[in-house]
């Protein structure tokens, strides 16, 4: 108002020329007075907060990587955005475990505590000034914060921390939820890589049991078949040769057939020999021509091995079942740090968007995520049908 005025009378006494100088002059003000209290307010929060933040900005930030971060990202900026915000010397965001309070982020991060005991309450005795954190009147954790000897939390900061407290409630039950849900998936995969590998050392003990058993009892039957044979017709009886001769012939077929069934249990030559000559030997006996292309593999973890060569079997018993093939191919590559591998064959195809899932495709999903893989099956009606999978090997690798 003093310098319009000032202006004005500076300027002259006519009416319509000191309105108009008047007028410019407030114009001029407005706008100069918009950076001179932005640097004024600046000057005087530095006064007050010196070089920290002010609750303002602070709760600005918060609101703006709430809208931008995850749970767990947002909940480990918590304890620097307080330490910028009141000036303390170290910050602490608790989150609740059973009957205590494990501290999930702190500001310096050098900083370390220890749990703290609590059930109905939290307090932090090592703190100058400690918050309960609720959600819906659950106790999910708590701010904690220490200042320098003597200082104590002014009402704005006090303020401040209730806020943010208030605030954070929601992204700590997302954050305690999210972990427990991992907790879970944790728990089931290792579940399931039990459960697979509890099936594959059965399937071992199985074949171990059929080789060491039946299978040596039919052999032993063979033996003493052929020279009691052999000695009836040289006693003349004709008669019991024969029929010796068609033991002999049934005891042969039931050794095939116990060491086709072992075989297809876990077969000794994945144990011995690895994939590529287990799965070109296993297709020697498939009904529709196959052809095996596993140039540069190498060998590979039980765990690994099993899984692929199962899956692939698992297909291959799907082309015999639905797929009316006249050729089926079977590849395997190692490139990098992956082992792939397809089967394609050209039946009939089908729509798979129409077809309920198989037990059969249920297993080679199960199969190939247990050792960290994945699998993809492409078919379209008249086309044939592939199914590609991959594993990641790593150092999975038996030399």
């Not at 849900?181 to 594959?200: C, F, G, H, M, T």
């Not at 495709?361 to 590609?388: H, I, Y």
Request: no cysteine; net charge negative.
């Amino acid at each position: 108002m003093g310098i319009v005025v000032g202006v004005g009378s500076v300027v002259g006494s006519g009416d319509e020329t000191q309105f108009g100088v008047q007028v410019a002059a407030t114009v001029a003000v407005a706008v100069a007075f918009g950076p001179v209290r932005r640097r004024a307010q600046r000057w005087a929060n530095r006064v007050v907060y010196g070089e920290r933040a002010t609750p303002y900005e602070v709760l600005a930030r918060f609101s703006h990587r709430a809208a931008e971060a995850s749970d767990d990202e947002l909940l480990a900026r918590i304890p620097r955005l307080i330490v910028d915000g009141t000036g303390a010397l170290e910050a602490t965001l608790w989150v609740r475990s059973g009957e205590r309070f494990r501290a999930a982020a702190t500001w310096p991060e050098s900083a370390g505590r220890s749990d703290i005991p609590g059930v109905d309450s939290f307090d932090d005795p090592e703190a100058h000034y400690s918050l309960p954190v609720f959600h819906d009147g659950e106790l999910l954790g708590g701010l904690s914060l220490v200042k320098t000897g003597g200082e104590t939390l002014p009402p704005a900061e006090e303020q401040l921390l209730a806020d943010l407290a208030s605030g954070m409630g929601l992204a700590l039950r997302n954050a305690t939820l999210t972990s427990q849900l991992r907790n879970q998936v944790e728990e089931l995969e290792a579940s399931r890589e039990r459960i697979l590998a509890v099936a594959d050392e059965a399937r071992r003990a199985l074949e171990h049991d059929l080789d060491s058993g039946p299978q040596q009892q039919l052999v032993a039957l063979k033996v003493m078949l052929g020279p009691t044979r052999k000695q009836a017709a040289q006693a003349g009886a004709t008669k019991t040769a024969e029929i010796l001769a068609q033991l002999e012939t049934a005891a042969g077929e039931a050794i095939r057939a116990v060491r086709d069934f072992s075989g297809g249990v876990y077969p000794p030559l994945l144990e011995a020999e690895g994939l590529a000559v287990a799965i070109a030997q296993q297709t020697q006996k498939a009904a529709v021509p196959v052809t095996v292309e596993a140039d540069g593999i190498g060998r590979y973890t039980r765990e690994v091995e099993a899984a692929v060569y199962f899956t692939i079997l698992e297909a291959l018993q799907n082309v015999a079942k639905y797929a009316e093939a006249s050729t089926v191919s079977v590849t395997l590559r190692h490139v990098e740090e992956e082992l792939s591998f397809e089967v394609t064959d050209n039946g009939r195809g089908f729509d798979p968007t129409t077809v309920a899932a198989r037990s059969g495709l249920a297993n080679m999903a199960d199969r190939l995520d247990a050792v960290g893989g994945a699998w993809k099956l492409e078919s379209a009606p008249g086309s044939g049908t592939t199914v590609a999978g991959r594993v990641p090997i790593g150092d999975r690798v038996s030399v």
